[in-house]
C-alpha cells in the first residue's frame, strides 16, 4: 500500500505568518517604545519563498492624532532589534524579513460608513427597511 502524505489543515505559510505576527505583536509589547502603545499588529503575510513577512500594523488613535508617519517612522527603527528576535524563534531554512506596513482596511471602512451616514442623512434608501419579509402592509 503506498504512502500517501498526510495533508495539513494549514499551508507552512499560514503558519509561519501566525508565528511571525505573535512575535512581533509580542516584541513591540515588550520594547515599550511610547510612539507604539497602541499599534496592533493585524495580520502577516508570508510569501511562499519565505524570504518577505509583510507585517501590517493598524494605529488608529495615532491617525487620528496626525501621528500616522512618526508610528511609521519608530516602527522601521525597530524592525531590526524585532528581526533579530524573529530570526531566533522561527525554526524554519530561511527566515523571513519583515517589513512593516500600515492596514488601511479598518480606517477605510470607517470613512466609508461615515461618507454613506452623511449621504443618507439618516434616511433610509427606497427599498430599504427593517421588513425583512418584503411585504408592505
Given at each position: 500500500?503506498a504512502?500517501g502524505?498526510?495533508?495539513?489543515?494549514?499551508?507552512?505559510t499560514?503558519r509561519?505568518?501566525?508565528?511571525?505576527r505573535?512575535?512581533?505583536?509580542s516584541?513591540?509589547e515588550?520594547?515599550?517604545?511610547?510612539r507604539?502603545?497602541?499599534?496592533?499588529v493585524?495580520?502577516?503575510?508570508?510569501?511562499?519563498?519565505?524570504?518577505?513577512?509583510?507585517?501590517?500594523?493598524?494605529a488608529?488613535?495615532?491617525?487620528?492624532?496626525g501621528?500616522?508617519?512618526?508610528?511609521?517612522?519608530?516602527l522601521?527603527e525597530?524592525?531590526?532589534?524585532?528581526?533579530?528576535?524573529?530570526?531566533?524563534?522561527?525554526?524554519?531554512?530561511?527566515?523571513?524579513?519583515?517589513?512593516f506596513?500600515?492596514?488601511?482596511?479598518?480606517?477605510?471602512a470607517?470613512?466609508?460608513?461615515d461618507l454613506?451616514?452623511?449621504l443618507?442623512?439618516?434616511?433610509?434608501?427606497?427599498?430599504?427597511?427593517?421588513?425583512?419579509?418584503?411585504?408592505?402592509?
Amino acid at each position: 500500500m503506498a504512502r500517501g502524505r498526510n495533508p495539513k489543515p494549514f499551508k507552512r505559510t499560514d503558519r509561519i505568518s501566525e508565528l511571525v505576527r505573535e512575535i512581533v505583536a509580542s516584541e513591540l509589547e515588550r520594547i515599550g517604545d511610547e510612539r507604539t502603545e497602541l499599534v496592533t499588529v493585524t495580520s502577516v503575510r508570508v510569501d511562499r519563498s519565505l524570504e518577505r513577512a509583510e507585517v501590517y500594523y493598524s494605529a488608529l488613535s495615532a491617525d487620528e492624532e496626525g501621528r500616522g508617519e512618526e508610528v511609521a517612522e519608530a516602527l522601521e527603527e525597530l524592525r531590526w532589534p524585532v528581526q533579530q528576535v524573529v530570526n531566533r524563534q522561527v525554526r524554519a531554512r530561511r527566515t523571513p524579513q519583515i517589513r512593516f506596513h500600515p492596514d488601511d482596511v479598518l480606517s477605510e471602512a470607517m470613512r466609508i460608513d461615515d461618507l454613506l451616514a452623511g449621504l443618507s442623512g439618516g434616511e433610509t434608501a427606497p427599498g430599504d427597511s427593517d421588513d425583512v419579509t418584503g411585504t408592505d402592509q
